[in-house]
């Protein structure tokens, strides 16, 4: 890169104007960039605002229908589905996960049949199910993997003949994505596609969404021997390897803006469909700062968003998703 000297140099010649401005800028974010994530819960006409998720709400199936035919009608072209399971259905075996007719297969069947258009997005991790909170099934204390992987192709296999048109396993375990690939393709579900959480930190951002959906009160321990260390990169690019070589065909960094340099090493290394996710305590700083007026809400949530187009991000899971292509609809 070779530049010349000032003043032959002037980089204030392209930022004079909003017009050269516009003409120069590397990375846009558009509605197209935008996965929304949900919450679901039981009951008829009910939405529930989170505490910690200030503008967030959990919704019963009917009004989740009709959030996301507004969410489609905006142009988001994809939810990520999460359900909050009261306590007294989950179990140590989690059996409830791999029901057809559970909370989340029935909201998928109610989103697909009356808005088609928007691709839904499923979860694959037992948490919501699980007594003990883990994502996968514990015994002895300890999360026991290859078990927890036969019990996630059983969930898979529901979510897709209910109509998912993306899993998105955040569960962690090793062998997950080969072995559902495997199942998908015997089940003849072909065209399922599969959003690795490949790079998925244990991280203390996610205080919020276990609220959300209710898995902080059985959680015992922490998720630190299946999520991955705050401290490393390298495993990333390792597990992301991994996950593509099974079977994944989009892959997801997770939490976001602390790990953009995650995202950047990710779409740089592969060159695969790469995403963010902004959880939940990302949203809950944004949000609760903007309350207090120390900043301007909007204002940050559009350059908190632009920043993961710029680390290399596809697109990114944000449960501002609804507020941004409102805001970009209004350009
Ligand atoms: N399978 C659990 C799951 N799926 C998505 C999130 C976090 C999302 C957020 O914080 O917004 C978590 C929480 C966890 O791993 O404990």
């Known amino acids: 890169m070779s530049q010349g000297a000032f003043p032959a140099t002037r980089f204030r010649r392209t930022r004079s104007s909003a017009a050269l401005r516009a003409l120069t800028r590397q990375c846009t974010l558009g509605v197209d960039d935008l996965i929304w994530p949900v919450f679901v819960r039981e009951g008829e006409d009910i939405s529930e605002p989170i505490g910690a998720m200030p503008g967030v709400s959990r919704h019963s199936i009917d009004r989740l229908v009709e959030a996301v035919r507004e969410a489609a009608d905006l142009g988001i072209p994809a939810i990520c589905l999460f ?83 993306i899993l998105g396993p955040s569960d962690m375990m090793d062998g997950r994505i080969g072995a559902m690939r495997r199942a998908l393709e015997a089940g003849g579900h072909v065209d399922v596609a599969i959003m690795s959480y490949g790079a998925k930190y244990a991280s203390s951002f ?22 991955m260390d705050p401290g490393n990169s390298d495993e990333a690019l390792r597990l992301i390897a991994r996950d593509l070589s099974e079977g994944a065909d989009m892959v997801m960094v997770k939490p976001g803006l602390p790990y953009l340099d995650i995202c950047r090493r990710v779409k740089d290394g592969f060159g695969v469909p790469t995403y963010a996710y902004q959880v939940s305590g990302e949203y809950a700083m944004i949000r609760a700062a903007a309350e207090r007026g120390w900043i301007d809400g909007d204002a940050v949530m559009e350059e908190s968003l632009l920043a993961f187009k710029r680390a290399g991000c596809d697109g990114i899971l944000t449960y501002f998703a609804p507020q941004i292509a409102a805001r970009l609809a209004a350009r």
């Open 206 to 227: 996610y205080g919020p969404f276990r609220d959300a959906v209710g898995a902080s009160g059985a959680l015992t321990g922490d998720k630190k021997t299946y999520q």
């Open 83 to 165: 359900p909050y399971v009261d306590a007294s259905l989950k179990t140590e075996d989690c059996a409830l996960a791999w029901s057809a007719d559970n909370l989340s297969n029935r909201a998928i069947r109610a989103i697909k049949a009356a808005v088609p258009q928007i691709a839904v997005m499923t979860d694959v991790a037992l948490d919501p199910y699980n007594s003990l909170g883990h994502d996968g099934i514990v015994r002895g204390g300890r999360v026991i993997n290859d078990e927890t992987v036969e019990a996630l192709v059983k969930m898979a296999l529901a979510q897709a003949e209910a109509g998912a048109d």
